[in-house]
């Protein structure tokens, strides 16, 4: 859940624009990738984008610094992302159109349950040998 808090904050704080309207919308399904189930997770908005600056400095791990501010929140994301699910996890980003729609894709590994009350929901396993894991409702 707290993955998902910077990238929406990110869409509200970077994205909405007082001079025209701006939609953020926020996907979750469970997804078969690679031949196997994983959590789909997209954030999208209809602001500016992405600058292209931006997405060099986040494809690249560079530092993410305008009007006079460091901004860690992305780079901070992706690392513990990483921490947990090493390489299983999948972070995309990219704008819809060049300067319109700022677009967040991500996919970590899930396995599907059936809780006690009938309801299917995700597992979300932090690595194959960890059992530790996170449960998120459908």
Known sequence: ????????????????????QVEITLY????????????????????????EEILHKIAN???????????VGIQNT??????????????????MTEHCGAVVELRIPAQKTENAGGRE???VSRTDTDSQERQFGL
């Open 121 to 123: 929901s995700a597992s």
């Open 61 to 71: 791990n560079g530092s993410i610094e305008y009007n006079g501010r460091r901004h």
């Open 28 to 51: 979750i399904a469970i997804e078969k990738y690679k031949e196997k189930d994983y959590l789909y997770i997209c954030i999208s908005d209809t602001g500016e984008g992405f600058t």
């Open 1 to 20: 859940p707290l993955v998902l808090q910077v990238f929406v904050e990110n869409a509200i704080n970077h994205g909405v624009n007082f001079e025209k």
């Open 78 to 95: 992706l690392k513990r992302l990483h921490i947990v699910y090493g390489n299983k996890a999948e972070v995309r980003f990219f704008n």
